[in-house]
């Protein structure tokens, strides 16, 4: 079946593009979990060409052998094309990475979607070519390959005991405890979550092997809570602090105190999953603070962000989930970010998606790739005149270099 | 501006007037229309009704023009794939209307998807709420924005978003 066009004039035929690639066998999978070796492809817009459209970062960890190391994947789709077409990968140099899936010099599957796999070879950009009928044939598209050689960052892991007047959780009519809950495990496993989806952007946290449970705050405003807009911030991150190294602390639960237009404070329990400061504004006493009720590992990952100096908002823009009107704001040119590709960044607002709930409904808008309701965990690469959430991982990658390294062996 | 061919028709000796227009469809690596986005080198053959068949290679910018008369449908073989082109009758729909986004973003490149049916949504007119229907609309909308500085970018194809989208379908001689 032909593909058909009605023309009004003049039309702009763009044969494939590329997207993430979830699954690592099966490239018709669009959504799935945080994988290190699924990167998206930071694909805001197509201008400058200069960075030859979308840009894709792939991890490198120098220390394993070029054999071992893991592929990366990358789909490719036949938008406006048929599945006949025979297309081919090449890469216009092979000294940052080698192409593993398909076999060098043999054509991609006669499939709408196709797998893509690279191996890192060395820190370094390229791009990735798609060439019609020989690996010598016009190039039809082009991804911008850069690969990050892993900065490895220490994190010293705090579990403070908080001294208090006893705060009763309603849920539960009794106080919230004066210590985190979390076991040493599950705090790694928190890193962990945040080391996939930091590690296409080349950056390692190393949670310290001893986790600090013997660090005791007095005199707190209430037991098992900080108040992060009080003092009580800086003296938690001064509380057995390691200098210069990202100081975690691990809560009960995180006051909330901002003061409500009708003079009340805003209600402290179960709010605030995470706050941070960053390392490069505030190098005294930089810290992140994890509260008892942050299930994910991305708000750990979403707060490390924050502490390498990147913001959720660089102009105030994301001040609605779900915002379809908004009547402070008549007709067009709203002040909200709310896009499916904005949800897709580690640095979103908020932790998880909403359903809409007024017609029209937009349930498309409940997967942006990363599963239900779930935000995504991507750093932006591309520079771009008409968005300031740009270059994220230039920003975290130069703040990470100047924190401490991990202890040796 | 369409032009007035005159053509002998095989069926007579008497001359018919035949309206034809130039459809100009661009091959390129990305959306929009910037010219260096043009596929070059890409081998073609377009067939019209039994003329014979004409072959050629894109230019830098990836063009390829042709001339159609209503209700002519011209086959062009290029990268592996057959295209069906036809002139779209009728013009394009209001760009205040859902469909009229979707369809400008097409001719741009930007890959909104399929046209959206009125029972849909397709003609409800977009004003600060968004109705879109699927990602590749808002995806669309939002890489069009994100090409166009300065406007905003939220995925929601507003007044503002409209009025580029035209500009931008008419300088890339669209409409």
Do not use: C
């Amino acid at each position: 079946m032909p593909i058909v066009k009605a023309i009004h004039k003049s039309e702009r035929i763009v044969p494939v593009r590329f997207a993430r690639a979830p699954d690592a066998n099966n490239p018709s999978v669009s959504s799935g979990p945080y994988d290190p070796n699924a990167p998206e492809p930071d694909d805001r817009g197509f201008l400058p060409h200069t960075t030859g459209g979308a840009v894709l970062p792939v991890g490198l960890n120098e220390a394993t052998a070029l054999a071992a190391r893991p592929e990366t994947r990358v789909r490719l789709i036949r938008e406006d094309i048929e599945d006949a077409g025979a297309l081919f990968v090449t890469l216009e140099s092979a000294t940052a990475v080698a192409i593993t899936v398909p076999t060098p010099g043999t054509a991609l599957p006669n499939t709408r979607e196709m797998m893509v796999k690279l191996r890192a070879v060395a820190s370094g950009k390229t791009h990735l070519e798609v060439r019609f009928g020989s690996t010598t044939g016009p190039i039809i598209h082009r991804l911008q390959v850069v690969v990050h050689p892993l900065i490895d960052v220490r994190v010293a892991g705090h579990v403070p005991t908080i001294n208090g007047v006893p705060f009763i959780n309603p849920a539960t009519l009794t106080p919230f405890p004066a210590q985190s809950t979390r076991t040493d495990a599950s705090i790694r496993a928190l890193v962990d979550t945040a080391n996939v989806i930091y590690f296409p952007y080349g950056i390692r946290f190393v949670l310290d092997a001893l986790i600090d449970r013997v660090g005791v705050l007095n005199n707190f405003k209430h037991q098992g809570m900080v108040d992060d807009e009080s003092t009580e911030f800086n003296r938690t991150t001064a509380l057995n602090r390691v200098q210069n190294t990202v100081n975690a602390y691990f809560v009960p639960q995180i006051a909330d105190g901002t003061v409500l237009p009708n003079g009340t404070v805003r209600n402290p329990i179960n709010r605030t999953i995470g706050v941070a400061t960053s390392a490069k504004t505030n190098p005294i006493n930089f810290g992140l603070f994890v509260s008892d009720i942050a299930a994910s590992g991305q708000v750990i990952a979403h707060e490390l962000g924050h502490l390498l100096n990147i913001v959720n908002d660089p102009t105030n823009e994301f001040l609605h989930i779900n915002t379809k009107t908004d009547p402070a704001i008549p007709g067009t040119g709203r002040v909200v970010r709310d896009d499916i590709v904005t949800r897709r960044r580690l640095m979103y607002a908020f932790t998880s998606l909403r359903r809409d709930t007024t017609p029209p409904t937009r349930p498309y808008r409940d997967d942006v790739g990363y599963g239900d309701r779930t935000v995504g965990g991507v750093l932006t690469i591309k520079q771009l005149d008409n968005d300031k959430t740009d270059q994220e991982v230039k920003d975290v990658r130069k703040t990470a270099a100047g924190l401490s390294r991990p202890p040796g062996p | 501006m369409p032009e007035n061919l005159a053509i002998s028709r095989a069926t007579g000796a008497e001359l018919a007037t035949v309206n034809r227009q130039r459809v100009r469809i661009f091959f390129q690596r990305f959306p929009g229309s910037v010219a260096s986005s043009g596929i070059r080198g890409l081998d073609f053959t377009v067939t019209i009704g039994d003329a014979p068949p004409v072959t050629g290679v894109t230019p830098a910018d990836g063009k390829i023009e042709l001339r159609l008369g209503a209700g002519e449908i011209a086959t062009l073989d290029i990268l592996g794939s057959k295209y069906a082109i036809s002139l779209l009758s009728g013009g394009l729909h209001p760009v205040a209307e859902l469909r009229g986004v979707q369809q400008r973003l097409n001719i741009l490149g930007y890959n909104a998807g399929a046209l959206e049916t009125p029972a849909l949504g397709g003609t409800a007119v977009l004003a600060t709420t968004s109705l879109n229907q699927n990602q590749a609309t808002e995806l669309a909308i939002a890489n069009f924005q994100a090409d166009h500085k300065p406007l905003f970018i939220d995925g929601v194809a507003g007044s503002k978003t409209q009025s580029r989208l035209q500009q931008a379908v008419q300088n890339a001689g669209g409409a």
